[in-house]
């Protein structure tokens, strides 16, 4: 039977860095930012339902979605990200769901559910158990106005706009410290899947 595990974080702690730590290893990761980005390739039903809600204004003439000013709006507006996250969540539950399921029933004993919004969206009910991947507040806001050149009040801004990563921290199954550098990161993540049980490269693909 094939064992679930999401792995979630908050903007800036690492998580992608732990994915790809998993990738390397042979182990099949269900990404749900490519899903997001499925939904609302040309004639997906996500980009017909941003255009019916939002207006053509966030459409590219090429019938690409403008990626930048619907994050701006997003980012300064609560109620446009929510009501955006209703409108794609259902595709993009979907598309997790069927990918998940192809990799089950080609043998995997382990999949990785990489969901960024995972307890945010309700996706822990579909995870036998959940890793968050940890740093301080502190160091996340560094790290984020660092990698997308932001100012304080932006990176902060953009924070805010999930849970807060010490609550995320309370709720994980397992926690992974990322807070100093990859090596130790990678330390506690191979010591988690030894005591698992789980082999690297579980099925060849």
């Not at 339902?49 to 300064?76: M, S, V």
């Not at 807060?164 to 100093?180: F, H, Q, T, Y």
Request: glycine share 8%; charged share 25%; net charge negative.
């Amino acid at each position: 039977m094939t064992f679930h595990l999401g792995l979630t974080g908050s903007i800036a702690t690492g998580k992608s860095s732990v994915s790809k730590h998993f990738q390397s290893l042979g182990y099949p990761i269900v990404d749900a930012d490519l899903g997001s980005r499925a939904v609302v390739e040309p004639g997906q039903p996500g980009l017909e339902a941003i255009r019916e809600h939002f207006g053509e204004d966030y459409i590219f003439p090429n019938q690409t979605i403008n990626r930048k000013k619907i994050g701006q709006l997003i980012f300064a507006d609560d109620r446009a990200r929510q009501e955006l996250n209703q409108l794609l969540q259902p595709h993009i539950r979907q598309w997790i769901i069927q990918e998940a399921q192809a990799y089950d029933a080609a043998g995997h004993e382990l999949v990785v559910l990489d969901i960024p919004l995972l307890y945010e969206e309700g996706y822990q009910e579909d995870c036998d158990q959940v890793m968050v991947v940890y740093c301080s507040e502190s160091v996340q806001l560094e790290r984020l106005m660092a990698r997308d050149q932001l100012s304080e009040g932006e990176a902060f801004q953009r924070i805010c706009s999930q849970i807060s990563i010490e609550r995320k921290a309370e709720w994980a199954d397992i926690l992974i410290d990322n807070g100093r550098d990859l090596s130790y990161t990678y330390q506690q993540l191979d010591a988690w899947l030894g005591i698992s049980g789980f082999r690297p490269n579980p099925v060849a693909e």
